[in-house]
Structures are given as C-alpha cells and as structure tokens.
C-alpha cells in the first residue's frame, strides 16, 4: 500500500514561495487522488487542494487560488504543492494524503482519505 513522505517546508518571509513535495513509496500512486491538508495551531485540519490521478482536473480552497499549485509526476511518484506569494495565515503543518483507487475523482473531505503522511511544517512570518 502507497506511503507517504512530505518535505520542502521551512521559515520564510511574507511574498516568498516554498515548494513542498510528496514523496510515495511505490507505483500503486498511479491510481490514486491526491491531496494537500493544512492544519493551523489549535484549528482543526482543512483543505488545501487536490488532484486527480491524470493530474488534468484540480481543486483548490478559496484562500489559496492563484497563489498555490498542486501538481503531480507519476513517473517519480511524486505530488507537489508549489506556495507562491505565501502569506503569514498560511502557517500551518501541511500534509500529503491520497485516495488509493480513488484518482476518477476529487476528494476534498479529510475522511476520504485513508492514507497520510507526516507533515512538514511551513512558518511565513510578516
């Protein structure tokens, strides 16, 4: 079963960019939604995009669209989230998550997905 390894978060500046990258651990990923989470200091888990497994078709949360980039490399099994123009409110520990099967569709819901990695934390101070 696909595993998941998130890195590329850091301590950066207002109006910089980070690009975070999920790494899976074997090939099943081809079949897979994926998506990006964020969870904020005392605030429950949410949404930050998603992507199906042709990479054609992505979904975003309102706060991020034209700022954020959710991509995927099939060949390398990688998913990635590139964070332009980031802003202080996007601090948070950012996870990668994946739909096994599941890559027909867009999955926005924390409880669709079964499978999560670690988190990688990204700070923007002002």
């Known amino acids: 079963q696909v595993q998941l390894v998130e890195s590329g978060g850091g301590f950066v500046q207002a109006g910089d960019s980070l690009r975070l990258s999920c790494a899976s651990s074997?090939?099943?990923?081809?079949?897979?939604?994926m998506g990006w989470f964020r969870q904020e200091p005392g605030k429950e888990r949410e949404f930050v995009a998603a992507?199906?497994?042709?990479?054609?078709?992505?979904h975003y949360e309102e706060s991020v669209k034209g700022r954020f980039t959710i991509s995927r490399d099939n060949a390398k099994n990688m998913t990635y989230l590139q964070m332009d123009n980031l802003k202080p409110e996007d601090t948070a520990v950012y996870y990668c998550?994946?739909?096994?099967?599941?890559?027909?569709?867009?999955?926005?819901?924390?409880?669709?997905?079964?499978?999560w990695g670690q988190g990688t934390q990204v700070t923007v101070s002002s």
């Open positions: 998550a994946a739909v096994p099967g599941g890559g027909y569709q867009i999955w926005t819901e924390q409880n669709d997905y079964p499978v």
């Open positions: 074997d090939q099943s990923f081809i079949s897979a939604s």
């Open positions: 992507i199906t497994w042709s990479g054609l078709t992505t």
